[in-house]
Nanobody
Framework: QVQLAESGGGLVQPGGSLRLSCAASRMSFRFYDLGWYRQAPGKQRELVAN???????EYADSVKGRFTISRDNGKNVAYLQMNSLKPEDTAVYYC?????????????WGQGTQVTVSS
């Protein structure tokens, strides 16, 4: 099992950029699939992007072309680079780690980091 800690959130103007980081506690991080989710006030939590242990990525339609998910297995860190930010991107962003299915382990969530896009 991993423990996750998000950082990098803050206040940014529309059109600006921000990079979120998700730091994991275990070296076995490299075997986990990773996802970034977000939850805005009054809204359901939604998937933003994910990256598999083999590097395959996918994105929500709303962020395609603007956000990039990546990982550095040597540092046990996942990133979400967010460009061309919009007010609609305002939310608490969470990192999630999913272990390989053969491990029969549980998913792990971070505590979240606030991103506010406003003038």
């Amino acid at each position: 099992q991993v423990q996750l800690a998000e950082s990098g959130g803050g206040l940014v103007q529309p059109g600006g950029s921000l990079r979120l980081s998700c730091a994991a506690s275990r070296m076995s991080f490299r075997f986990y699939d990773l996802g970034w989710y977000r939850q805005a006030p009054g809204k359901q939590r939604e998937l933003v992007a994910n990256i598999s242990s083999t590097g395959t990525t996918e994105y929500a339609d709303s962020v395609k072309g603007r956000f990039t998910i990546s990982r550095d297995n040597g540092k046990n860190v996942a990133y979400l680079q967010m460009n061309s930010l919009k007010p609609e991107d305002t939310a608490v962003y969470y990192c999630k780690a999913d272990p390989p299915r053969i491990w029969a382990g549980q998913s792990t969530w971070g505590q979240g980091t606030q991103v506010t896009v406003s003038s």
